[in-house]
């Protein structure tokens, strides 16, 4: 008589079976995670291990540890008494750069849900087409549209006469090397990351909860706050971060467009590895960066496995 | 003229698709009138025009031509949200994000009702569809059958004049359907709203409807009680698509009252019922005639005194199906007769090869209009 406690062997050999497919199946990651360990974790080991260093003078760092970077970060420390004194320059830079990205995120939003929406409702056929279309923009490199862009939007450019040839306004519009401009060049730049997942969002959507809806005495307004937009919330969600973290850390839109005036995180980051030659400080902004952004895609898994849960299909 | 107010008149409903290679005509100059407190069904094969003709009266489709009255009141101008009509749909159309009792509450809180009035609410509609234990669980964690009951709860708890259903059971199993069409039908009795419901299936139409409109090609073929649809089918349609028949080929010889006395393929002669529009028959005229096979009798032939009323056939095919036995008897028409004899009753078996004689009588005989 087989005693109950040894499972049959039949059921051993599965158990063993499966593992070994989890293991097989394993191997196909082990190119990508290669590629993200050398080139992603272990310079992100080295930025952080830098920002506790000392800067040498002609750049790079001197190997001594130092919290010195961290504290340049809130404070100014005096040269003569070494006294320190809380400024916030570096933290308005860090705050500009939010309220762009999240003025650019809005407007991507804006723009792109009814684009989504709308390319989402067409006929199979020319859903791929316009899919593809959206992706145009990438098939050029960034810094040409970015400076095409500036020539553009320029006091001298096309946009400016247009406008003074038509009466519009008496001088030129100040767009090029103001926050407006980068603002442009961010919704230009990340638009297509808020219209993607929004699309695949709302191509999912069943369009019959709308007449339900419909007939169940909504509006049409209700039936986007109550129904569509909920249900596409996925959607909203991966584009506003897919648009909004890139634009927290953008560094040739705020340059060309921006003029280099106002200066947003990634060239204040840029600048510590360039003119400045403060690696330590660069790494620093570096570091507090990725962790606001880690902590805002914290929120975003959060949200994700909520939306997950509530509709277990 | 009757001044009796109607829930559903649909006056002369005409609805035409444009498509690419033409126009399709889904709905063909349709008029209809649905009493209040009746539970009514549109039934016909897919693409008669049933379901278009709901959603003309949900509000989602908009007429080319004709009229929808509801109560009196011409309702073509308004949009789906502003009718006081609410639909079960075939696939429920359950908000996935919201739970049990937030689907319930939908319309209400729609219409702005009072926050404790719409408690109350949901909570009867959830005792009336036996769904309380589920007030908070989400769509994706139901049964089929349990969000169908969810589907009618939301539909039923604005109290709409009408409430109109687009196959519901047709995503259930057999047992859940049979058992829901009991339930639909005290649901209806209970609440007292106009139900209309679009099917396909005779056995539902039959088992739930008070009046049955058969429909096809866009038009209404017939509308009556179940009875009614099923003993006194106007057209071959109508009595092909409900039930099992006998057609025969006859020409009518005379007509007495409403009763034909007319001659099949071969000579043998029968009685048949002339009613509605095949009143118009005359003798002389070609005829089609239909024969429940449940309404014929089978004797065999040496028992037959030879009267007039017989006609000689032998069997060629017997299958047994339980409570009752098929017969399939060749007389001298084109088609062999089915014949359908109960097997409770005292009756012979006849074997394949006997010599019968089939008889019915002249009321089971209808005289078919076309």
């Known amino acids: ?313 | 003229m009757t001044s009796e107010l109607f829930a559903v008149n649909g006056i002369s409903i005409t609805k035409v698709y444009a498509g690419g290679t033409g126009d399709v005509v889904a709905l063909d100059d349709v008029s209809i009138s649905i009493k209040d407190n009746e539970f009514f069904v549109l039934l016909g094969p897919s693409g008669c025009g049933k379901t278009t003709l709901l959603r003309c009266i949900a509000g989602f489709e908009a007429l080319t031509a004709g009229r929808i009255l509801l109560f009196g009141e011409g309702i073509d101008h308004l949009p789906p949200h502003r009718r006081p009509v609410n639909t079960v749909f075939q696939h429920y159309a359950l908000f996935p994000h919201m739970t049990v009792s937030d689907n319930i509450a939908f319309s209400l809180r729609m219409l702005r009702r009072d926050e404790r009035e719409i408690a109350q609410t949901v909570e009867r509609m959830l005792a009336l569809v036996h769904m309380a234990e589920f007030a908070g669980r989400y769509p994706a964690q139901l049964s089929g059958g349990q969000q169908q009951r969810v589907a009618l709860a939301r539909a039923l708890a604005s109290h709409p004049k009408v409430l109109l259903l687009d196959e519901p059971l047709s995503a259930l199993d057999l047992k859940l359907r049979q058992a829901m069409r009991l339930e639909l039908k005290q649901l209806q009795e209970e609440t007292g709203i106009t139900f209309v419901l679009v099917t396909h299936d005779q056995d539902e139409a039959l088992s739930m409807g008070d009046r049955i409109a058969v429909m096809s090609k866009g038009a209404i073929q017939q509308t009556g009680t179940p009875r009614e649809i099923y003993d006194t089918p106007v057209n071959r349609f109508v009595a092909d698509f409900i039930g099992e028949t006998n057609f025969l080929d006859a020409t009518i010889r005379s007509v007495n009252a409403n009763t034909a006395d007319c001659v099949l393929e071969g000579g043998a002669r029968t009685g048949a019922t002339l009613a509605g529009p095949a009143a118009r028959m005359r003798p002389g005229d070609r005829v089609l005639l239909s024969v429940r096979p449940e309404k014929i009798a089978v004797r065999p032939r040496q028992q037959q005194p030879g009267a007039g009323h017989g006609i000689d056939g032998s069997i060629t095919r017997s299958v047994y199906i339980g409570t009752d036995t098929l017969y399939q008897i060749a007389l001298d028409t084109r088609t062999p007769l089915i014949a359908r004899l109960q097997n409770s009753r005292q009756a012979t078996d006849f074997a394949v090869g006997e010599a019968v004689s089939v008889s019915f009588d002249a009321a089971a005989c209808r005289v078919l209009a076309d």
């Open chain 1, 1 to 313: 008589m087989p005693s109950p406690a040894t499972p049959p062997p039949r059921a051993a050999s599965e158990h063993a079976r499966a593992r070994r497919r989890l293991k097989a199946r394993a191997l196909l990651l082990s190119p990508a995670l290669l590629v993200i360990c050398g080139l992603l974790v272990l310079p992100l080991c080295i930025i952080v291990v830098y920002s506790f260093l000392t800067p040498g003078t002609y750049g790079g760092v001197v190997w001594r540890f130092s919290t010195e970077s961290y504290v340049q970060f809130l404070f100014e420390r005096d040269l003569f008494d070494d006294t320190l004194a809380f400024s916030p320059a570096y933290l308005q830079i860090y705050w500009r750069s939010f309220i762009q990205a999240l003025v650019a995120t809005t407007a991507c939003f804006l723009i792109g849900f009814p684009t989504a929406y709308y390319i989402a409702t067409l006929p199979e056929r020319k859903k791929y087409m316009w899919v593809l279309l959206i992706t145009v923009p990438y098939w050029i490199n960034l810094l040409i549209r970015t400076i095409a862009m500036l020539f553009l939007i320029r006091n001298e450019g096309p946009l400016n006469h247009a406008l003074l040839f038509a009466g519009l306004v008496d001088a030129p519009l100040k767009i090029a090397y103001t926050n407006i401009g980068v603002g442009i060049g961010l919704i230009y730049t990340y638009l297509p990351f808020m219209v993607l997942p929004l699309y695949a969002a709302i191509e999912r959507f069943d369009f019959r909860l709308v007449e339900a809806a419909s007939d169940l005495y909504a509006r049409r307004w209700t039936i986007l706050r109550r129904v569509i937009l909920p249900l596409a919330m996925p959607g909203v969600v991966a584009g506003s971060l897919l648009v909004f973290i890139p634009s927290l850390g953008a560094f040739i839109a705020p340059d060309l467009l921006g003029g280099g005036k106002n200066l947003m995180i990634g060239n204040l980051i840029a600048l510590q590895f360039q003119g400045s030659r403060n690696w330590p400080f660069g790494s620093a902004a570096a570091v507090i960066l990725m962790t606001i952004v880690l902590c805002a895609l914290l929120v975003y898994v959060r949200q994700q496995s909520k939306a997950r849960l509530r509709q277990l299909r």
